[in-house]
């Protein structure tokens, strides 16, 4: 029996088809709900899968030969697979960012997001198509017949673009000037570009920019008798919406609420919406619109410039890491047992508090502590908190949000929350202990927020310019001891004001009393009394 062969350009083309497919049904369905089904827009989406298909055979073409064609088209259908579960079932969009975040993931969120639909999707849409494209016989014809078949193959693309591009130019238009978000869900070339782009980045092409210091002239006046003892919460995946503090119906802050110096800022928005991007833009100076990750690595940030002061900083860790923020800092990982005292499933926020004591009574200086919380990563919500706080039933028990109903993973997310809320009260009654000796503050942050399941959407961590509010408004909050210098009519003046996080690295500045040439008063919603002053 005659064994079946291809052609290399035919093995590009029935790869191709195969991607379009089964790998873009988000990419089609938003274009659907972009230009409704009518008469006159059915030829152009008609027009839409047969030209990402041969945008896909062009590029494949134009790197194809006998070494490399089945090394793409592996690679092609090995990311399409795992990138279309994402976005088909959290909205994902898989760029630089994306692809940060999945470097800086460890082995803990990682498994989160492990579910049997991934492990199918992997294997049937990725596993099998690599293995069958590897072993399936293709005819080589020489150098010569191949160049005439590329250039065959790679002419009749182009033509039937231009022809689909002119065909339907009003449409086309649109699509790539103003609708341009619509292009971040096409799959594989979005993933692979994004890809390319995180090397590019990343990688060898990109230089290294030498290390930046700023705020060398930060000092703090010798007048103020008393020092500071702040402790500044990075929060992790909270929604400012989900506070009973900023008129959430439920009632997700029962401690808090009955705090009478805490104060939420109602209006703030995030740098980000993920981790690897807010984190480090919260501490950084350059602000939202001006922040590059790579530069931030090699340049000092708040901590720094507080620590140059003659500030004491200790940040702990029960996320993964300090996205570098903390690289220059004292610095604990409290996601062990054997550093953490308080774990069950898996090591919980308020084991960060475990002799804290001790450490700011060994300081005679002023005191920054950071504690980075687990606080609600997702999918799997109902990790996040001790099964006693299971208050709102029934919640979602899966990090496979398929299998929960909206309502079940609502209850996860705001029992979380729940939980937040005690932890935060517990920092609280830490500072109250210290107030006597100390001017006594609390900054709760959170990193940004999360999608569940509006405009069917999950999870984080979507280009800024298309992320919905749910991402990118953050809880902040702001207790202050009897002793602290902060003025309260003018944190009560400016609670419901717009601001960002790019305010956090100006307000700790304020808030420790440092003055230096980086700090912009403008961007801190408070005032605090001279030194001397009553």
Avoid at 57 to 85: E, K
Avoid at 325 to 348: G, K, L
Avoid at 418 to 436: G, M, S
Avoid at 468 to 492: F, N, Y
Wanted: aromatic fraction near 10%; hydrophobic fraction near 45%; proline fraction near 4%.
């Amino acid at each position: 029996m005659k064994r079946i062969s291809v052609t290399q350009h035919g093995l590009i083309l029935v790869t191709a088809v195969f991607l379009v497919a089964t790998a873009n049904t988000t990419f089609f369905a938003k274009v659907i709900e972009t230009y409704a089904l009518t008469v006159t827009n059915i030829g152009f989406l008609l027009s839409v899968p047969l030209l990402l298909a041969c945008i896909l055979v062009l590029v494949t073409s134009l790197v194809a030969s006998r070494y490399t064609t089945r090394p793409v088209l592996i690679l092609m259908v090995l990311v399409a697979a795992p990138a279309a579960y994402f976005t088909d079932r959290f909205g994902t969009v898989i760029d630089d960012v994306m692809i940060q975040n999945m470097v800086d993931t460890n082995t803990a969120e990682a498994t989160d997001l492990l579910t049997i639909e991934l492990a199918l999707r992997v294997l049937l849409l990725g596993i099998v198509p690599a293995i069958l494209i590897w072993r399936i016989p293709v005819r080589y014809r020489g150098v010569w017949p191949e160049l005439r078949s590329k250039a065959l193959v790679s002419g009749v693309s182009v033509l039937l673009i231009a022809a689909m591009v002119f065909a339907f130019s009003g449409h086309y238009a649109s699509f790539f000037r103003e609708h341009k978000p619509l292009r971040y869900h096409t799959n594989p070339t979005y993933p692979l570009y994004s890809l390319g782009r995180y090397w590019v980045d990343h990688g060898a092409i990109r230089a290294v920019p030498a290390f930046a210091r700023i705020g060398e002239d930060a000092a703090i006046p010798h007048g103020d008798p008393e020092y500071e003892l702040v402790i500044m919460v990075v929060g992790e995946t909270a929604r400012a919406d989900r506070f009973s503090l900023n008129g959430y119906s439920r009632d997700t802050n029962p401690l808090l609420s009955r705090e009478p110096n805490l104060h939420s800022y109602t209006n703030v928005m995030a740098c980000g919406t993920s981790t690897a991007v807010s984190v480090p833009c919260m501490f950084a100076l350059a602000g939202r619109e001006d922040f590059d990750r790579q530069q931030a690595e090699h340049t000092e940030n708040v901590l720094d410039v507080l620590q140059r002061a003659g500030v004491s900083v200790l940040w702990r860790d029960n996320n993964s890491d300090s996205k570098g923020v903390a690289s220059r800092v004292a610095y604990q990982d409290f996601q062990s047992p054997a550093v953490n005292p308080v774990c069950d499933t898996e090591c919980r926020d308020e084991g960060m508090l475990a002799g804290l004591q001790d450490f700011i009574d060994r300081q005679h200086s002023d005191i920054l502590i950071v504690l980075h919380q687990m606080g609600n990563h997702g999918p799997a919500y109902y990790k996040r908190y001790p099964a006693e706080f299971e208050h709102f039933k029934p919640a979602c028990q899966s990090a496979e949000l398929s299998q929960c109903s909206l309502e079940e993973i609502n209850n996860a997310y705001d029992n979380a929350i729940r939980y937040t809320d005690r932890f935060l009260a517990q920092v609280v009654a830490l500072l109250k202990a210290n107030t006597a000796a100390f001017e006594t503050a609390m900054l709760y942050v959170s990193d940004h927020g999360e999608s569940l399941g509006e405009h069917g959407l999950y999870l984080h961590g979507l280009p800024y310019a298309m992320a919905p509010r749910e991402q990118k408004h953050v809880p902040v909050l702001l207790w202050l001891g009897d002793s602290s210098d902060v003025e309260i009519a003018s944190v009560i003046e400016n609670t419901d004001q717009p601001t960002s996080q790019d305010a956090i690295f100006h307000s700790l500045l304020a808030i420790f009393e440092v003055n230096s040439s980086v700090l912009d008063r403008k961007l801190v919603k408070f005032k605090v009394k001279e030194a001397g002053t009553d």
